[in-house]
């Protein structure tokens, strides 16, 4: 059974800084992709960044890059997602999901099958 437990959320000021985690279990497949959603209020989930779990290919939505960076620890099975330089507009529930659909610059969030509850980001202007 797969399952994905994200931590590290919560409310900051803008400037500040949050490290998401996703601590992974499960999994039914050896080369797969983790990634980062997060979703605000009243708007469509949206693309943040992912990592291969092996090869450690990364990859940033737009609106991040040189703010975010993802990282991940195999030993523990856990993939990180350290936010510095936090803006208001990046509150929302983020979410961490595991596939295998192959790589790309971009992801959907109908890429990934599996999914975690979600961490609550709040950044304060």
């Known amino acids: 059974q797969v399952q994905l437990a994200e931590s590290g959320g919560g409310l900051v000021q803008a400037g500040g800084s949050l490290r998401l985690s996703c601590a992974a279990s499960?999994?039914?497949?050896?080369?797969?992709?983790i990634a980062w959603f997060r979703q605000a209020p009243g708007k469509e989930r949206e693309f943040v960044a992912a990592?291969?779990?092996?090869?450690?290919?990364?990859t940033y939505a737009n609106s991040v890059k040189g703010r975010f960076t993802i990282s991940r620890d195999n030993a523990k099975n856990t993939v990180y997602l350290q936010m510095n330089s936090l803006k208001p507009e990046d509150t929302g529930v983020h979410y961490c999901?595991?596939?295998?659909?192959?790589?790309?610059?971009?992801?959907?969030?109908?890429?990934?099958?599996?999914w975690g509850q979600g961490t609550q980001v709040t950044v304060s202007s």
């Open positions: 990592i291969t779990w092996t090869g450690g290919s990364t």
């Open positions: 499960g999994l039914p497949f050896s080369m797969y992709t």
């Open positions: 999901a595991v596939d295998t659909p192959g790589w790309r610059p971009v992801f959907s969030e109908y890429d990934f099958t599996y």
